[in-house]
């Protein structure tokens, strides 16, 4: 039998009531009435307030005359004021009886009420609240410690990550564009996947929240920058590019935004690429400041020449980003040094898979060269054989396979250029993983 959550009665039930443009009536002008004109205008009601002008709090006065939030009537309450349809009512009063009295007479008119001193008269209770952009959290102690929920609400504001508002905000923007994309009703649970899936993977990183969101903000001209994501620790981007994705307007990623949505939004197309590279014309048309994130390093097997020349053909010459690419990033993770002193003079980086599926020439062995190999995983057969058929490389010579290279999944396998296609099988290697070959891989690495 499935075993469901327990219902534990006796709470209060915890809401974001929506009252913008609701009428409220505030009877009282107090410290707490204040409290309440911040909460109600916070959420952008109209505010009716009925105190007698001597009764106001200097906070009051202040929302009344400088701020004019307030429509404020200068006398004491009267029944007849709730003629005027309010849709909520907040009493905070110093006079017990009629406190009550006014509860009692909007329960019998069914206008939710609060009564800042009699909690049994209450339809609900404010809550002791943090806000931070549109992220809202609440403490309510259900009535049992008013002056304990502020306190909770103080500890919990300062465990947040700095930022986390501005992180919410972004994903809101980020989640209408999705729905832009494909406002397809029947495609709401690959959206939602899709948004789950990136909350998770990216956590709460202001940061990183940032290079995927998407704003609005128009510049009077336009300007691309071509920027390298590096290899997908998000700790390995440079200042720079960190600080051009969080002020772009707009970002276009191919590595976070994944297969599920470019299949969502390319339903018209088959080619990502030209998708991606228009959307990034539509923001510059606007004036925007677009950045085009890539993987790795741009300009390394990342096709951000090509992207270069496309955006000169369009009338924009990118700014280039450098980043860290898995090329030098992988054999750090695994400890090779691809150039030491006395082991190896050069390094050689190459490709599996070359255009149109063919296989680059690749390097003779030389005992001085470090051959760094991506995109290999899938061709690591043919590269086994060509290596020691056709190239020289002894069977022994040292290989590490780098799968996931700073990523939390990240795995190091060493071996042998014999043994280099058997380990893929054998311990189910996967894309992305970098190939090292060479003397380096002894260097550091005790095997
Ligand atoms: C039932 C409730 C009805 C309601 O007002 O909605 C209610 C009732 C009463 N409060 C009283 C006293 C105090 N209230 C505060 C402060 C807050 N009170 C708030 C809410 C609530 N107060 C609702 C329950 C919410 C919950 O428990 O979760 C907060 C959270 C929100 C807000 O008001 O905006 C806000 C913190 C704002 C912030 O953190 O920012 C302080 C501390 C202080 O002022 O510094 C004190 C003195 C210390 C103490 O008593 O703890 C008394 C008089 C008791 C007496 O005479 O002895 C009553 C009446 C009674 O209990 O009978
Ligand atoms: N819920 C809460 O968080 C808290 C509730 N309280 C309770 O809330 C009430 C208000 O607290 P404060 O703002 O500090 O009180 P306060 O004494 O500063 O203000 C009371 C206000 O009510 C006005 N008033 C009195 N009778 C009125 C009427 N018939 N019509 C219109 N206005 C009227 C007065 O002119 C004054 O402006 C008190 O009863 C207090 O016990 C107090 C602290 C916290």
């Not at 006079?95 to 069914?110: F, M, N, T, V, Y």
Request: glycine share 8%; charged share 20%; with cysteine.
């Amino acid at each position: 039998m499935a075993s469901y959550a327990p219902i534990r009665p006796g709470g209060s039930l915890i809401l974001a009531w929506q009252t913008k443009n609701r009428k409220v009536l505030i009877v009282g002008g107090g410290q707490v009435a204040a409290g309440r004109i911040v909460s109600v205008k916070e959420a952008d009601a109209q505010v009716t307030l009925i105190c007698p002008e001597d009764g106001l709090c200097d906070e009051v006065k202040h929302r009344i005359h400088v701020d004019k939030v307030v429509d404020w009537v200068d006398r004491c309450f009267q029944d007849s004021d709730l003629d005027e349809n309010y849709d909520m009512v907040l009493t905070a009063i110093d006079d017990h009886e009629e406190s009550l009295r006014i509860g009692q007479l909007c329960r019998a008119r069914r206008i939710p009420v609060n009564v800042a001193d009699v909690p049994s008269m209450c339809d609900f209770y404010f809550m002791s609240q943090h806000r931070d952009g549109p992220l809202q959290i609440a403490v309510s102690t259900n009535g049992q410690g008013p002056k304990l929920a502020n306190m909770i609400r103080q500890k919990i504001a300062a465990s947040l990550p700095p930022g986390i508002g501005e992180t919410v905000r972004r994903m809101g923007i980020l989640r209408g564009k999705v729905r832009q994309w494909d406002p397809e009703i029947s495609n709401s649970g690959p959206r939602m996947r899709w948004v789950t899936k990136l909350c998770e993977d990216w956590g709460w990183s202001a940061t990183l929240v940032q290079t995927i969101a998407m704003t609005t903000n128009a510049k009077t001209t336009g300007t691309i920058y071509l920027v390298g994501g590096g290899p997908g620790d998000p700790e390995l981007i440079t200042v720079k590019a960190q600080r051009l994705l969080q002020t772009a307007d707009l970002v276009v990623s191919d590595r976070l935004i994944p297969q599920q949505v470019l299949d969502l939004v390319n339903r018209k197309s088959d080619s990502a690429q030209d998708e991606l590279l228009e959307w990034c014309l539509e923001g510059l048309k606007k004036g925007q400041q677009v950045v085009r994130l890539k993987i790795g390093d741009p300009l390394l097997f990342g096709r951000g020449g090509e992207e270069v020349l496309w955006f000169r053909d369009h009338g924009y010459e990118p700014v280039l980003v450098p980043g860290i690419s898995s090329a030098f990033s992988a054999p750090m993770v695994a400890n090779i040094p691809v150039t030491h002193r006395g082991t190896a003079d050069q390094v050689i980086i190459t490709t599996g898979r070359g255009t149109k599926g063919s296989m680059p020439d690749l390097p003779e062995y030389h005992p001085m060269r470090t051959l760094v190999v991506l995109m290999a995983v899938g061709r690591a057969t043919d590269l086994q054989q060509i290596l020691l058929s056709n190239k020289g490389y002894p069977a022994n010579t040292p290989i590490s396979w780098i799968e996931n290279a700073n990523c939390p999944e990240e795995r190091t396998i060493f071996s042998t250029v014999e043994q280099m296609a058997n380990v893929v099988d054998e311990q189910n290697i996967v894309a992305p993983a970098v190939l090292v070959v060479g003397q380096s891989i002894n260097v550091l690495n005790t095997l």
